[in-house]
């Protein structure tokens, strides 16, 4: 299918984006209906996630046998439908956003695709959600895709209730491209260039910076 939008990477034209998409596990009836909710809400719809990085999550998922899974983040919910459908069905997705507006977009659509008993929403910053977690709390997938200056916060409040081997996922690393021209001072880019360097100094885990949509980090916990 042809994408419903415009391409998340500067990197790729339309039709190599229509390509990619089209030669991976296509958008769903359901996802497809989430796409035209979400692009209805007008601007603000460029936080939702790519097509191609929500097959991306949902094989991921399903590749490290994940059944506790977080994400930080929802918006109107594409990102969180992608992972609970690569969980098990005893498995569990806690995800944390401040808004309720565009959280009940992605509970409509949870519930059509039959995977609502799997979420967990918090409504509430994410690091008092992170904070008030039991002591003993851990999951096997983690995926941040929220404020940018808070990025470095939730990595490290992330990490330590990570299992061994487990992967956090950070979406718009590469930001539009903003991250590699000196005259980008804004505070998005800047928390995000510091983001990306901290975690390339980080010996507790191993990563790699993927050019998906607008840059996507995979951090394996050691």
Not at 31 to 43: D, M, P, S, V
Not at 49 to 68: C, D, K, S
Not at 102 to 121: E, F, H, M, N, Y
């Amino acid at each position: 299918m042809a994408a419903a939008r415009p391409p998340k990477s500067f990197l790729l034209s339309s039709e190599l984006a229509d390509y990619i998409v089209s030669h991976g596990t296509p958008p769903d009836g359901v996802q497809q209906a989430l796409i035209k909710e979400t692009a209805a809400l007008g601007a603000v719809a460029g936080m939702q996630i790519a097509p191609e990085q929500g097959a991306f999550l949902t094989v991921l998922t399903r590749l490290i046998g994940a059944r506790r899974a977080i994400e930080i983040g929802t918006f109107t919910g594409y990102s969180a439908l992608c992972i609970a459908r690569g969980l098990p069905d005893d498995g569990r997705l806690l995800c944390c956003d401040v808004s309720e507006e565009w959280t009940a977009v992605g509970k409509r659509a949870w519930a059509t695709a039959g995977v609502a008993d799997r979420i967990d929403l918090r409504i509430a910053p994410a690091l008092e959600t992170l904070a008030a977690l039991p002591a003993d709390a851990q999951f096997d997938l983690a995926f941040i895709d929220a404020d940018k200056p808070n990025y470095a916060n939730y990595f490290d409040a992330l990490l330590p209730k990570m299992r061994t081997n487990g992967a956090i996922l950070v979406d718009n690393v590469l930001w539009d491209g903003r991250v590699v021209k000196p005259d980008a001072d804004d505070e998005n880019t800047v928390a995000i260039r510091a983001f990306n360097d901290k975690v390339t100094r980080d010996d507790r885990v191993d990563t790699v910076m993927l050019p998906i949509a607008d840059g996507l980090t995979l951090a394996r916990k050691r």
